[in-house]
């Protein structure tokens, strides 16, 4: 149990999405005891989302890619625990770290109970690790949009957990917009869930492609993929529209409409092109955002990725700057969820190597290759898909750019012009944007990019850090705190 | 004079306008509170101003602090004298701003939990009504008339209807704004002091990370950093960092509708013990937030956040509010009070480096203190009679070097 101070384990994981999975077997595969922690409330993290395992359906794997890497996994998960090298603790989330306090200490990690928690879960205990593998994840990118306040519209993601976890529709006329290839799947999915889909609007004009195929064809599997995805947008009649975005959305207390919108080459909007669509669900992803804050309070370098996120520096054996701390998946650049398996592998060995496990160099140096080819391919999939220069050119004065706290773009660039806040944090504490309930996961880059904008500069680390840098990584109660019991 | 002082490089992250002249009648070292309303009255003046700020306005101490004007936690004495004076600044000279800076005149409320630390309320308020303090007894039975949600168990409180609070970050962004309508006035963000320009004793300007610049004076308003910059010109102030933690809950209804604070709180401000203490300090913002303070220490400038000072802080606030308990902490933050061994600012003219002037050293209180502290300073430096006596925080009752190992 997660109780007052457990024993000291060799391994803890935080994530067991694709990433984290890998790890953890691979990591217990080699002796390591293990403990896996977990938001969710079944292994697969959000990318293997699927319905409640304890009540099984027939099409499990419906709408998913790669479903055999994650039945593999899930079996060396359970062989594991069932010997007990794997401690699994779903329904978990981390809001603490504490750094060892000498060089052979372990590190203490603070849990609570995630919204995902099941009722009878073990609340609140600490952890003492001597190595972390840190799986985070990610989540999708929003940037704001007069009316994107309005119910109806959702994040891509979102849109995409609903289907694959509780097989519900989040509308009956969609559009998806955005950049990225994965506006493909979530659009597929609604379509083969039964909605209308209007069009995909993708803010790439994607001859970036062309220049970049050296790096697509090094993922044969990607192109693949693509093709499928290709056929199912002829099958449904969905539109797919570049250099396209949705710049307004209206409706009465929901969504009735979207504006669609064509961008120049600069990514500006173009006037005259605008055009309204009926719709009652608008899905949005500009990309994704790692989530860093597990990142962050490890104390762990990081840097800005080829898409603009903050991602961790490591090193060719997923060693983060932090002693004994490991990172694998989004959080070291957003690749899809072979690279994060991949990433997850090596992590793994390379805390069980560390840990004065022999591993094998053949596999190690396999594993670098598949990660070096994704990341090639990731690469030029940034380039093609970027987020458009000039999207703030479609705010309105009273667009919401924090929507927990209801901060307006009006009220942002006051902070920035008249009260010289000339980088994210001062943003942040004159107009508190980011400042509510989600802390700035959902309009930190907006902000960021925002606050950058007045010196025309690219963003620097620091402007995404001190947006996503959190003094408890999740919120904890203060019952919780008080009760806490200490070593 | 220096006369020819090199034109600063070219950079394009200078946010202060189009060009930022080299020379200035005064140099404000720090954007924090206390430098942002030396500007202020340094422009209402008439004089022209350069701030010079190593990280951005009210990124230090003013933002990791709660932004309390308190009468309440004072004895007589030259710290009351100078917090009377600047509730005046800030009720009067400052009235028409207030709504920028969220000012709420909210009243505080000091809380005992036994009768023995309730009669010391009482006791405490009788010499405090003497040195011109409002404050009311309110006895047990009454407490919950001021706050529906506090622990029942109390045995007694005293309401201070002068303490106030207001939002620090918006009182500094604002101060220098207005500073920009009256004067010119100029903001050097990311800008490191790294010397001082000296002419004999004198102190003539600042060298920074950017280049060179002039002044007619220097203010050192670098917070709990006053000691390094006192240091560059070779003077001793004694200006020590003293820790303190706040948690933040999540937006809540409103629930705390003073600040309310237990009385062991004027203990802990008045004692000069470098180990922990807390005591419970809880207030509700405007935002819904309600801020839980307060721990001290003396541990440098370290940021570690640590586990049991916090633990501390939520037993004592569900304590005190148990409504609270099962609220969330969405965050907390540190921040580093600048403490002075003797708990009196430090404040005008350093006759030691002829030219520099300091504006600090107010630990706890200088959010409250900083207006009325700005005020006077600028009254000296224009050579008029300041309406309070600054001379019993004068820079230069610390012996030479007496704390500069410390």
């Known amino acids: 149990m997660v109780g007052p101070m457990s024993e000291t384990t060799d391994l803890l994981v935080v994530g067991a999405g694709p990433a984290g999975l890998a790890a953890a077997v691979t990591a217990a595969d080699h002796g390591l005891r293990v403990m896996l922690v977990d938001a969710g409330p079944q292994p697969g993290g959000q990318y293997w989302r699927h319905p409640d395992e304890r009540y099984p359906v027939a099409d499990e794997s419906a709408g998913h890619h790669g479903w055999k890497v994650l039945t593999k996994l899930r079996d060396r998960l359970r062989v594991h625990r069932g010997a007990g090298h794997i401690d699994y603790r779903p329904g978990t989330q981390v809001w603490f770290i504490e750094a060892p306090k000498t060089e052979s200490s372990p590190w203490y990690v603070y849990t609570t109970a995630s919204v995902e928690a099941q009722p009878d879960h073990v609340p609140t205990g600490s952890v003492r690790a001597m190595r972390i593998v840190l799986c985070p994840g990610g989540y999708d990118r929003q940037l704001p949009v007069p009316g994107w306040d309005l119910p109806g519209v959702m994040a891509a993601g979102g849109v995409q957990a609903l289907l694959k976890g509780s097989r519900t529709l989040a509308g009956r006329r969609a559009v998806v917009a955005g950049t990225g290839p994965f506006l493909l799947p979530v659009a597929v999915g609604l379509a083969e869930a039964g909605a209308e889909v209007v069009a995909i609007c993708e803010a790439g004009n994607l001859t970036g492609w062309a220049k970049n195929v050296t790096g697509a064809v090094q993922v044969p599997s990607k192109g693949v993929e693509g093709a499928e995805y290709a056929k199912a947008l002829v099958k449904h009649r969905i539109p797919y529209k570049t250099s396209t975005a949705v710049t307004r959305i209206d409706g009465d207390g929901q969504v009735q409409s979207a504006v669609l919108t064509a961008l120049d080459r600069r990514g500006r909007p173009r006037s005259g092109s605008e055009r309204a669509v009926e719709v009652d669900l608008v899905a949005f992803g500009w990309g994704f955002t790692p989530s860093m804050e597990l990142v962050q309070a490890v104390g762990a370098e990081t840097r800005i990725g080829s898409d603009e996120s903050l991602i961790a520096v490591v090193d060719d054996m997923q060693r983060s700057t932090a002693s004994r701390v490991y990172i694998a998946g989004e959080a070291t650049g957003v690749g899809g969820a072979m690279m994060a398996v991949a990433e997850g592998e090596l992590a793994g060995l390379g805390a069980a190597g560390d840990n004065g496990s022999s591993i094998d160099g053949a596999r190690v140096r396999k594993l670098r290759g598949i990660i070096r080819r994704s990341a090639a391919f990731a690469q030029a999939m940034h380039h093609a898909h970027p987020v458009p220069a000039r999207w703030t050119d479609w705010l309105t004065e009273d667009t919401l750019v924090c929507r927990c706290e209801e901060v307006t773009y009006a009220q942002v660039c006051h902070a920035r012009d008249d009260l010289s806040a000339d980088e994210a944090r001062s943003v942040k504490i004159l107009a508190r944007p980011g400042m509510g309930w989600c802390q700035g996961r959902v309009c930190g880059f907006a902000c960021a990019k925002i606050a950058a904008a007045n010196e025309d500069r690219d963003l620097s680390p620091d402007d995404l850090a001190r947006m996503s840098k959190r003094s408890l990584a999740t919120p904890v109660s203060l019952e919780d705190l008080a009760d806490l019991t200490l070593e | ?406």
Not at chain 2, 22 to 47: K, P, T
Not at chain 2, 167 to 176: R, W
Not at chain 2, 207 to 224: E, F, H, K
Not at chain 2, 340 to 369: F, K, N, Q, T
Request: charge should be neutral; proline fraction near 7%.
């Open chain 2, 1 to 406: 004079m220096t006369s020819a002082l090199p034109l600063p490089p070219t950079t394009p992250r200078v946010p202060a306008g189009p060009t930022t002249a080299q020379r200035a009648d005064v140099i404000v070292i720090g954007a924090g509170a206390l430098g942002a309303a030396c500007a202020y009255f340094a422009a209402r003046a008439g004089l022209s101003v350069l701030i010079v700020e190593r990280g951005q306005i009210a990124s230090g101490t003013t933002s990791a602090c709660e932004g309390n004007l308190l009468v309440s936690d004072k004895e007589a004495g030259h710290e009351l004298d100078l917090s009377l004076y600047s509730q005046r600044v800030w009720r009067e000279d400052l009235a028409e701003f207030q709504r920028l800076w969220e000012f709420e005149s909210k009243g505080g409320l000091v809380v005992a939990r036994t009768e023995t630390s309730a009669a010391n309320l009482r006791d405490l308020a009788v010499r405090q009504r003497d040195a011109g303090i409002q404050v009311t007894d309110v006895a047990a039975e009454e407490i919950s008339g001021f706050e529906p949600n506090i622990n029942p168990e109390l045995r007694g409180a005293a309401f201070y209807p002068q303490d106030a609070q207001l939002q620090p970050i918006l009182m500094a962004a604002h101060l220098i704004r207005l500073a920009r309508t009256l004067s010119p006035t100029s903001l050097l963000t990311n800008t490191e002091v790294t010397g001082l320009i000296r002419e004999g004793d004198r102190v003539t300007g600042v060298r920074t990370s950017r280049g060179d610049y002039s002044g007619g004076a220097v203010i050192n308003a670098a917070g709990p950093w006053a000691s390094t910059i006192a240091q560059m010109a070779d003077v001793s102030v004694p200006v020590l960092p003293r820790r303190g933690f706040v948690l933040v809950t999540e937006p809540l209804p409103k629930t705390v509708f003073h600040k309310v604070y237990a009385g062991e709180y004027v203990a802990a401000t008045l004692s000069s013990d470098g180990g922990l203490q807390t005591s419970p300090v809880i207030e509700g913002t405007p935002a819904g937030t309600v801020l839980i303070g307060s721990s001290r220490e003396r541990v440098g400038f370290d940021r570690t956040s640590s586990l049991p000072v916090l633990r501390q802080m939520a037993r004592e606030a569900a304590d005190l509010f148990p409504v609270l308990r099962k609220k969330k902490i969405m965050r907390f933050y540190a921040g580093f009070r600048p403490y002075c061994p003797d708990h009196l600012p430090v404040l005008g003219h350093d006759s030691r480096a002829p030219g520099l002037w300091h504006a600090g050293g107010h630990e706890g209180a200088g959010i409250g203190l900083s207006a009325g502290s700005a005020k006077l300073l600028i009254q000296s430096m224009v050579g008029e009679r300041p309406d309070l006596d600054i001379t019993p925080f004068t820079p230069d009752r610390f012996a030479e070097n007496s704390y500069a190992d410390r």
